[in-house]
């Protein structure tokens, strides 16, 4: 083996790792979320006005085991108010507490959500989410 084949090898691992970590550091709703961004950013080079996507949750890392809830808050107020992506696993401490589980705001990078939406799922469930397009603007139309 050459140093520069070496190298090679060492840096394809170097980045798969990094690849994994960043994996295991998101949680659900994190991941929902990219989720949103990928599908708009398809939605935005197409021609089509609407996508549907189906998510597929992972109950690891920082994922639900049981039953969840995705509430999507409405947006065109955000930052004022509103516009978090909030999951909820049931049975959990926080969910009790504050009302969700994980939050984040990463989507509003790419899509408005018009009005609240919201969807309770059972364990392992898959999450139907569809976009739409009007002048340029993606907005979250439905969540089941």
Known sequence: MTSRTIKSS?????????????????????RLGQDLVENAALL?????????????PRSWPSGCQAGYTVTLQESLHHPARGGSLLVGCKGEPNIQAFGY???TTYHLNAVRVPKELSADKKP???????????????DVVNVE
């Not at 394809?12 to 949680?27: I, R």
């Not at 935005?44 to 597929?56: K, L, N, V």
């Not at 898959?126 to 603007?137: C, I, N, P």
Request: aromatic share 4%; with cysteine.
């Open 101 to 103: 589980s994980y939050s």
């Open 10 to 30: 060492v840096l394809t691992a170097v980045v798969g790792l990094v690849g994994g970590a960043c994996v295991l550091m998101t949680d659900a709703a994190t």
């Open 44 to 56: 935005q080079q197409d021609s089509g006005a609407e996508r549907s996507f189906t998510h597929q």
């Open 124 to 138: 392992g469930e898959s999450l139907r989410v569809t976009l739409r397009k009007q002048d340029g603007v993606i």
